[in-house]
């Protein structure tokens, strides 16, 4: 083993132990991982660095898995490099990471050059949110289950909420982040690829087509922010200086390198709807920020009151059920059911309580694996059903670029603070 390859080894052997419970970690599985790895630095914006990839890569039986981890203006380049070296063959797979594109002309830039040297069904859009086990249960919570099958329609649900919160600030990537802001970093992909297996039809089987095809469905079904819509439906701001975890923080103008009139969102926060059979009238709210008061990311199904309420007045506003999808801190399930206040002087009063399905409670003894783990082991399987596909990025860019060109000749309203925009801040419907 080489003196680079041996830092190289060191410095993943660390995170490896981080991440890996005590009583999960195996000295010699480890040691058979490390002793597997190779090491290879070369300059991947020349042609002639890649033959050692080529030279690395002779004889090997296993399929060839890039993952290009670098900025998306650069993945046509590294492709068609890969390809003349000849480091390619025919099953060799790509796995790129969002955001693709800054909007959708750039998006098909991107994709037209990846596409050149890679087949769709060897093209792996990554987006680590659709690995997370909670939303693999989305799959079988809907389609196996007929006590939600049956009430999964615009009769049922009055509305449901997505909400992705995140305490930290821009962490120094104030160059990328002021570019994208936060409608292109987050609500893009995560939030549509959520809202996407929340309202898709059934698909007619598990195959990663048949899924996609669904959520290609909801994206052209998404109404367009036009008219009074776009000043209605739709708030945007920044953070500013305050506190989190009790230190000081900046706000986003006062960040290092800040561009004091930046005019970029840390927050945005919209109400939507899919304009179809199923959910005729049925307002989506997203919402999605930094330097929230806390890290959150969660689907709240909101189903409709019984047309009929006999108990008391006063309790009319929590008598409905919700359905509750945890993605983190901690993965989990929760339906909200309403049931009898338990004593001789409730009579029927009411009490909201969850039925509750915590992943690590439930599963004491399985690992609950990390996305990143997933959607790998799927990419070495040559399976794309968790990947997004081309035309789901593109229509999801149409939807956001209509969007941005409203804001740019709307007049912006100027700073919302943190403490008014927090994550439970959105109006109820």
């Known amino acids: 083993m080489s003196t680079t390859l041996r830092h190289f080894a060191k410095w993943l052997t660390t995170p490896c132990k981080k991440r890996l419970k005590s009583n999960e970690q195996d000295k010699q599985s480890l040691e058979r991982f490390l002793a597997r790895l190779d090491y290879l630095k070369l300059d991947f914006s020349s042609v002639e660095g890649y033959d050692a990839i080529r030279q690395w890569r002779k004889g090997s039986p296993r399929p060839m898995v890039v993952y290009l981890s670098v900025g998306a203006s650069i993945y046509g380049d590294i492709c068609r490099h890969l390809q003349a070296s000849k480091s390619l063959d025919d099953e060799a797979r790509v796995v790129v990471e969002k955001p693709i594109g800054y909007d959708l002309h750039s998006s098909i830039e991107i994709n037209d050059a990846i596409g050149q040297v890679f087949p769709e069904s060897r093209i792996y859009r990554i987006d680590h949110y659709l690995g997370k086990e ?12 007929p006590l939600f099958g049956t009430q999964w329609n615009q009769n049922n649900i009055s509305h449901v909420e997505i909400t992705v919160a995140e305490k930290v ?3 120094g990537r104030w160059g990328y982040f002021d570019q994208a802001g936060q409608l292109r970093d987050m609500v893009q992909n995560h939030l549509l690829q959520l809202l996407c297996l929340i309202a898709m039809d059934p698909p007619s089987n598990l195959d990663a087509d048949a899924i996609r095809d669904e959520k290609v ?8 922010f036009v008219g009074e819509a776009l ?8 953070y500013i200086a305050g506190t989190s975890d009790g230190q000081s923080v900046p706000g986003y103008l006062e960040e ?3 561009n004091t009139q930046s005019q970029t969102e840390t927050f945005v926060a919209m109400k939507t709807e899919v304009a179809n059979w199923r959910w005729a009238g049925v307002p989506f709210y997203l919402r999605t920020g930094k330097r929230m008061p806390e890290k959150l990311s969660q689907i709240v199904i909101h189903f409709r009151q019984q047309p009929h309420y006999i108990f ?6 929590i008598a409905s059920n919700k359905l509750i999808i945890r993605l983190q801190p901690e993965e989990g399930i929760a339906l909200q059911v309403l049931t009898k206040d338990s004593g001789l002087d409730k009579g029927m009063r009411l009490r909201p309580g969850p039925l509750h399905l915590d992943f690590n409670s439930a599963f004491p003894k399985s690992r ?14 040559g399976q794309q059903y968790l ?4 035309d789901e990025i593109e229509h999801a860019w149409r939807w956001c670029d209509q969007l941005i060109d409203g804001w740019k000749n709307a007049t912006p309203r100027r700073v919302v603070t943190r403490q008014a925009l927090g994550a439970r801040s959105l109006p109820s419907p």
């Open 134 to 145: 909670t939303v693999q249960n989305l799959i079988a919570l809907r389609f196996a289950n």
């Open 169 to 171: 600030g821009i962490e």
């Open 217 to 224: 469905k909801v994206l052209k079904a998404l109404k367009p």
């Open 231 to 238: 000043g209605r439906d739709v708030v945007r701001g920044q």
């Open 256 to 258: 290092e390198g800040a």
């Open 312 to 317: 008391d007045p006063d309790q009319r506003g």
């Open 368 to 381: 609950i694996p990390d996305a990143y783990e997933r959607l790998l082991l799927e990419v070495m399987k």
């Open 387 to 390: 990947f997004v596909r081309r």
